[in-house]
């Protein structure tokens, strides 16, 4: 069973990801237990989908979060794919999706996702991580502990460090 990181630590990944939507003609033939579905899944089949209760979706990194912003107090999880460690649309999505829109589900990198950027995506909401395959699982909460404060404001500390020095 693959395995994800979240800040309890490793656990076994339950969700199981629909990597595309059905071809033209086919049905939706989803397995058994909670399943991430693409934002184009969600939208075609919202009310059915929705009514199952144990369904997420993801987006690509171009695709805009405003499509979930009707559903983001009733969806359980939300994923992002980072296509290449070189795209970093996903930060500003993850951003997007807990400061504009109040998402408080699980927010979760999928995709290219590297140990360096985990601190980085946990500043910009993303709660749990499923590392990219030739990644050691052991090594990320390591990183994500490495840095015990930073300087500018994020997701979780509202006030950059300078304002926090001078308000002691």
Same mark, same amino acid.
């Given at each position: 069973m693959p395995q994800i990181i979240k800040a309890d630590g490793i656990q076994d990944d339950i969700? *199981?990801?629909?990597?595309?939507?059905?071809?033209?003609?086919?049905?939706?033939?989803?397995?058994?237990?909670?399943?991430?579905?693409?934002?184009?899944?969600?939208?075609?089949?919202?009310?059915?989908?929705?009514?199952?209760?144990?369904v997420g979706v993801w987006l690509e990194s171009h695709?805009?979060?405003?499509?979930?912003?009707?559903?983001?107090? *009733?969806l359980p999880l939300i994923a992002v794919n980072f296509p290449k460690? *070189?795209?970093? $649309?996903?930060?500003?999505?993850g951003r997007l999706l807990r400061e504009r829109f109040g998402f408080s589900g699980e927010l979760r990198a999928i995709g290219d996702v590297l140990l360096d950027?985990?601190?980085?995506?946990?500043?910009?909401?993303?709660?749990?991580?499923a590392l990219r395959s030739d990644k050691d699982i052991q090594q990320a909460e390591y990183c994500l502990n490495f840095f015990s404060m930073a300087?500018?404001?994020?997701?979780?500390?509202?006030?950059?460090?300078?304002? $926090?020095?001078?308000?002691?």
């Open positions: 969700w *199981t990801l629909l990597s595309a939507a059905p071809a033209e003609g086919e049905s939706l033939n989803l397995p058994e237990g909670p399943v991430i579905v693409p934002v184009a899944v969600w939208q075609a089949e919202r009310e059915t989908l929705k009514a199952r209760g144990d695709e805009e979060p405003e499509a979930l912003a009707d559903d983001v107090t *009733t460690f *070189t795209d970093g $649309r996903g930060y500003s999505i950027q985990l601190q980085f995506m946990r500043r910009c909401g993303f709660d749990a991580y300087y500018q404001a994020d997701v979780h500390q509202k006030v950059p460090l300078f304002r $926090r020095r001078n308000a002691s």
